[in-house]
């Protein structure tokens, strides 16, 4: 029973002493958001997104943990309808790998589940979709002077948003799910 006690206690402080030597970053991110919505009713859009994010990152191995709190206006174009945004919060938690030139410059590849939580918007006054979505996020990017990040990430959704009419409540679109192309822009505090 000492042995294990003891074997529990030299890995937990193993567990400890990584994150310690992490380096922690916050910051924040905005960019666009172009939508391609799969369903009969809808068109191509462009939206944004800007929230707060962290960063956590090992600095021998380039291995770290992106997360981020992204309000969201995805583009959708509902035909007849004057609503054209889909509000959201989005959530993405990427696993990055960073390579780079100490910390002037780095090129970085991201991947990851991103969870949305769908707002009350004037899409639900034409649909009513579900309240929550996961995707699934791969990206690349740069990582320039120290502070600022770009990025290219494509989300693809991994859930589908089954919607009906409001007022019809027979009439249900099966397939509407939303895949998108975004181009980001971080600063690091």
Not at 67 to 90: C, M, N, P, R
Not at 132 to 158: E, P, T
Request: proline share 3%; net charge positive; charged share 15%.
């Amino acid at each position: 029973m000492k042995k294990l006690v003891s074997t529990l206690l030299v890995f937990m402080c193993l567990l400890i002493s990584v994150p310690a030597q992490a380096q922690i970053k916050f910051g924040l991110k905005g960019g666009v958001d172009m939508s391609k919505v799969t369903t009969e009713i809808g068109d191509n859009a462009t939206g944004f997104f800007v929230g707060p994010m962290m960063e956590a990152t090992i600095p021998l191995l380039g291995l770290g943990v992106d997360v981020a709190a992204l309000y969201s206006q995805s583009g959708v174009k509902f035909e007849g309808t004057e609503a054209d945004k889909i509000k959201s919060i989005e959530v993405p938690v990427n696993l990055k790998w960073t390579v780079g030139l100490g910390s002037t410059f780095g090129v970085f590849a991201a991947v990851g589940p991103q969870f949305g939580f769908n707002l009350d918007n004037g899409v639900d006054a034409v649909l009513q979709s579900k309240k929550c979505a996961v995707s699934v996020n791969v990206g690349v990017g740069l990582k320039l002077l120290r502070h600022f990040q770009l990025g290219v990430n494509y989300n693809i959704g991994a859930s589908k948003m089954t919607a009906k009419y409001a007022d019809d409540t027979e009439n249900i679109i099966p397939n509407f799910r939303k895949n998108s192309w975004q181009v980001s822009l971080a600063y690091m505090f």
